[in-house]
């Protein structure tokens, strides 16, 4: 990753000194505290470049080489680019750089695939899957009949927590969705694309990789490909793969046509040029052997935490992590994840609650932390800081429970002197 640079905005400071406070004000609180939400990261210096250029300033409706406005002769190359670069990286033979972000992205998926009222299944989202994945308060479960898997319940010894494919088999051949979702928001295990793929194939279904979260580590050989067993993959590009906000769908070329159509013209109107350029920065990015290195790190440091909170008395979702997420239900620690989470961020750490699987508490007011390493991990902490990050953790959720302030005052000191020792690009010193 390149060094930091000071932060720096001289025009925005001249001309909006309120906004420009309130950039700084977050660049300080990047820069202080320990994120451990595993869906956020931070780029690079070069990737933070590319996104704030005058690619900016262009409308490109269209295709490279097919567009509906003119003066495309350097946009064409910057999405050519993109696109050359995800179907390297993912080995994939169709790649849609266009999508705004996840949420489209897989809209655009149901308009290739399904019609309005087609039955549609997906990773229930109290379980870990995604609002899009057919969800009854999304569009996609409210214009289409969402059947909805989950995981095992149980003890961790009899699958607690895993995925039960007898339970989606049955239901795909029962209720033959056009379109199956594989993947989620909240799965700190390894993903069985292979297993999801054999029933969508017997079902008749169109298989669709969710792999927003885990896409860096695919990228860089910490989890399986969901290639050649999915249809199509979705992924979003600002997460484990540490690109700009933005959404990519990737799939083999009989399905080019039916995805381009459903994003444009079917959804969207013009690419965001400026994020196809840092999509194309992050993509070179992660196919240096540092990334390789970088997405191993990630879930080095993931399942030396999760040992670390075992060892503390934590109940983790499936007993631990195969990749960069761990799931923690705090119900045996006698704190809803709302008043952990919220102390916590009081204490530096930044977390955000979330329902486990069977959670009798409403999803506005849960039993879990969901946390993650890919931040962390970019700002250089290895597995021997993880006993340090979970005695923070083990400590703020006590002192969430017993309404200690000092005690998370202390830890937000101690917090933000460790992560001083750790730059991030973007970030003051
Ligand atoms: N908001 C993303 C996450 O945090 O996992 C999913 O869309």
Redesign the pocket.
Known sequence: MTLPTASSHPALTAADPELAALVGAEERLQADTLRL????NYVSQAVLEASGTVLQNKYSEGYPGRRYYEGQQNIDQVELLAIARAKALFGVEHANVQPYS??PANLAVYLAFAEPGDTVMGMALPMGG??THGWGVSATGKWFRGVQYGVRKGPISEGGGLVDFDEVRELALKERPKVIFCGG??LPRTIDFAAFGEIAREAGAVLVADV??IAGLIAGGAHPSPVPHADVIST?TH?TLRGPRGAMLMSREEHAKAIDKAVFPGLQGGPHNQTTAAIAVALHEAAQPSFRDYAHAVVANAKALAEELLARGFDLVSGGTDNHLILMDLTPKDVPGKIAAKALDRAGIVV?YNTVPYDPRKPFDPSGIRIGTPSLTSRGLGVQDMAAVADWIDRGVTAARSGDEDALAVIRSEVAALMSAFPAPGLPA
């Open positions: 939400i595993p869906s956020e996840g949420s995604h609002l928001t909240a927003a979260h979003t997460k955000n």
